[in-house]
């Protein structure tokens, strides 16, 4: 078992879900593969750990530009899904005793 599998978030992954209508979270594009966050979750995520969105922008190694275009709902690259949901899977929630 890797370390990743025992650190389980207890928030809704922010990381859309693909479906096969025209509300797709991950595109390939002219640029390459693209993916959409849900605001909502990433600031629910964040409350939960007692984060300002800051926080997290700053845990997951981000730029204010580029954590503000995840929030707007725009594309953002794969790799920066991924830091954002690592920062999350790194941290307990406030509940869990933190």
């Given at each position: 078992m890797t370390p990743d599998a025992t650190q389980q978030s207890t928030v809704p992954s922010p990381i859309k879900e693909g479906s096969a209508g025209s509300n797709e979270s991950i595109v390939i594009g002219p640029g390459g593969m693209v993916v959409?966050?849900?605001?909502?979750?990433?600031?629910?995520?964040?409350?939960a750990r007692g984060w300002s969105l800051?926080?997290?922008g700053r845990r997951a190694g981000l730029s204010?530009?580029?954590?503000?275009?995840?929030l707007r709902g725009e594309a953002v690259r794969p790799k920066t899904a991924w830091k954002i949901r690592r920062a999350l899977a790194?941290?307990?929630t406030v509940e869990g005793g933190c």
């Open positions: 959409t966050l849900e605001a909502p979750l990433l600031i629910s995520a964040c409350a800051a926080e997290l204010r530009p580029t954590l503000i275009q995840a790194q941290a307990e």
